[in-house]
Nanobody
Framework: QVQVVESGGGLVQPGGSLRLSCAAS????????MGWYRQAPGKQRELVAT???????NYAESVKGRFTISRDNAKNTVYLQMNSLQPEDTAVYYC?????????WGQGTQVTVSS
């Protein structure tokens, strides 16, 4: 069993930055691919970024060049650095940990971009 806990959300002005963190329990963190997803009000949850066990990354087109996903296996943590935030980035951001036949989600952290 893995528990995933997100943190770092908040209110930021357009053009600002935030760094989200996702801490995972357990000793097998390095064997999980990690992902960030988001869900805006009235919309479906969508992929933001993923990172494999080997460090390969994938981004949604809407965040390429602005967001960076990274992982620190020694700290059992994955990060999402978000720059040049825009109002359309407002959403609840969720982290997940995935491997074959296993998927764990966190409870989410709210990111609001507004002046």
């Amino acid at each position: 069993q893995v528990q995933v806990v997100e943190s770092g959300g908040g209110l930021v002005q357009p053009g600002g930055s935030l760094r989200l963190s996702c801490a995972a329990s357990g000793s097998s963190f390095s064997t999980y691919a990690m992902g960030w997803y988001r869900q805006a009000p009235g919309k479906q949850r969508e992929l933001v970024a993923t990172i494999t066990t080997g460090g390969s990354t994938n981004y949604a087109e809407s965040v390429k060049g602005r967001f960076t996903i990274s992982r620190d296996n020694a700290k059992n943590t994955v990060y999402l650095q978000m720059n040049s935030l825009q109002p359309e980035d407002t959403a609840v951001y969720y982290c997940n940990a995935a491997r074959v036949r296993t998927l764990y989600w966190g409870q989410g952290t709210q990111v609001t971009v507004s002046s």
